[in-house]
C-alpha cells in the first residue's frame, strides 16, 4: 500500500534523525515523507535537508507560526501545511511526531491491518518511554486509543472525518468520528514505538486549562468531563491537574466555544462514552 507520512517539528535537532532514520529503515517504505519545519530555531532544518539528499522522498516545508506551544493547534496547522504539499495518490496517510523510533516492520504491519478488512478506518501502536534504563509503556490512555504521537488513517477515512481539527482534542475526536461513521480503529499491541520526549513536556502554563476545554468541545457535558477529569489527572500522577480541567471546561462553556462536532454527532460521542464506561464497570 502505498502511505505518505507528515511530520510537524518545531526544534527537534536532538530527535528528528533518529525519527527519519528508522523511517527510512522501514520494510515497507513510504512513497513521501514531509516534514514541516515549524519556526525552528535550532539545526532541526539542516538535519533534515541533509536526509533529503540521500532520501529524495523525504521532502522538507518551512512555515512560521506562534512560538507558543499550545496543545493541539500548533502542531495540526502544521500538519495542515504539510498536508497541502501531497496529492490524494496515497492509501493511507500518517501524522507522526519528530520525537519518535519506529520499529522497522511497523508500517508493513499497519499496511496488513489495513489490507485485512476494508472497514478499518485507523490504526496504530503503542508508545514507549524510557525509565531507569528500560522502556515501559507510557500509560496515558486507554488501549482501544491510537496515540496522537502516530496516527494513520485510511483515505477514505480521513476524507470522511474532514482531516484533523486544529485544536486540544482533535485525537480524541478524530477516533469518536470514525465510530460515528462505522469504521473501526485498531490498535496492535506488538508495535512499541519509543517516544523520546515525555508527553507535554513543551506545554507553556496557559495549556492546563486546555483539556476540560477540549472536553467541552468534544460534546461531552459536565458529568462525562468530570469523571474523564479525574481519570486523567491521576493517570499523570498530578491529582491537582482534575481542578484545572474542570476551570478549562467551565471557561469554555461560559465562552461559548464552538464544539469540534455537530449536535448529532456530539448526541452520539455521549452515549458512547457512557456505553464504554457501563461495560468497564460490568
Same mark, same amino acid.
Given at each position: ?22 523511517? $527510512?529503515?522501514?520494510? &515497507? ?5 514531509? $516534514? ?16 533529503? +539528499? ?6 522538507? $516545508? ?12 500548533? &502542531? ?13 495518490? %496515497? ?8 520525537? =519518535? ?13 489495513? +489490507? ?11 508508545? %514507549? ?17 491510537? !496515540? ?5 488513517? !485510511?483515505k477514505e477515512t480521513f476524507i470522511q472525518i474532514e482531516g484533523l481539527k486544529p485544536a486540544m482534542g482533535w485525537d480524541? &475526536? ?18 512499541? $514505538? ?65 464544539? =469540534? ?19 468497564? =464497570? =460490568?
Amino acid at each position: 500500500m502505498r502511505y505518505y507520512i507528515v511530520i510537524p517539528s518545531h526544534n527537534e535537532e536532538k530527535f528528528i534523525g533518529l525519527t527519519l532514520q528508522s523511517l $527510512v529503515e522501514q520494510t &515497507v517504505l513510504p512513497t513521501k515523507i514531509v $516534514v514541516v519545519n515549524d519556526n525552528s530555531t535550532d539545526d532541526t532544518e539542516a538535519i533534515v535537508m541533509a536526509l533529503t +539528499k540521500k532520501h529524495p522522498f523525504i521532502n522538507l $516545508v518551512n512555515t512560521t507560526s506562534d512560538t507558543i506551544h499550545l496543545p493541539g493547534s500548533k &502542531v495540526i496547522q502544521a500538519f495542515q501545511k504539510g498536508l497541502k504539499t501531497l496529492d490524494r495518490d %496515497y492509501d493511507f496517510i500518517v501524522k507522526a511526531d519528530a520525537d =519518535l523510533i519506529f520499529p522497522p516492520n511497523y508500517f508493513e504491519t499497519i499496511s496488513n491491518h489495513f +489490507k485485512s478488512d476494508s472497514t478499518i478506518g485507523m490504526v496504530g501502536g503503542f508508545a %514507549y518511554i524510557e525509565k531507569n534504563g528500560e522502556w515501559i509503556l507510557e500509560n496515558l490512555t486507554d488501549k482501544d486509543h491510537i !496515540r496522537g504521537a502516530f496516527k494513520a488513517y !485510511r483515505k477514505e477515512t480521513f476524507i470522511q472525518i474532514e482531516g484533523l481539527k486544529p485544536a486540544m482534542g482533535w485525537d480524541t &475526536v478524530d477516533e469518536l468520528l470514525c465510530k460515528f461513521y462505522n469504521w473501526k480503529v485498531i490498535t496492535d499491541e506488538s508495535l512499541h $514505538v519509543k517516544h523520546l520526549k515525555p508527553t507535554g513536556a513543551n506545554y507553556n502554563k496557559a495549556s492546563r486549562y486546555k483539556q476540560g476545554e477540549a472536553f467541552y468541545c468534544l460534546g461531552y457535558g459536565f458529568l462525562i468531563t468530570t469523571i474523564a477529569s479525574f481519570k486523567l489527572a491521576m493517570r499523570k500522577g498530578k491529582p491537582l491537574l482534575f481542578i484545572d480541567y474542570i476551570k478549562g471546561f467551565w471557561k469554555a462553556k461560559s465562552a461559548k466555544k464552538p464544539l =469540534l462536532v455537530t449536535a448529532e454527532q456530539a448526541n452520539f460521542i455521549r452515549k458512547y462514552r457512557w456505553k464504554k464506561m457501563r461495560e468497564k =464497570l =460490568l
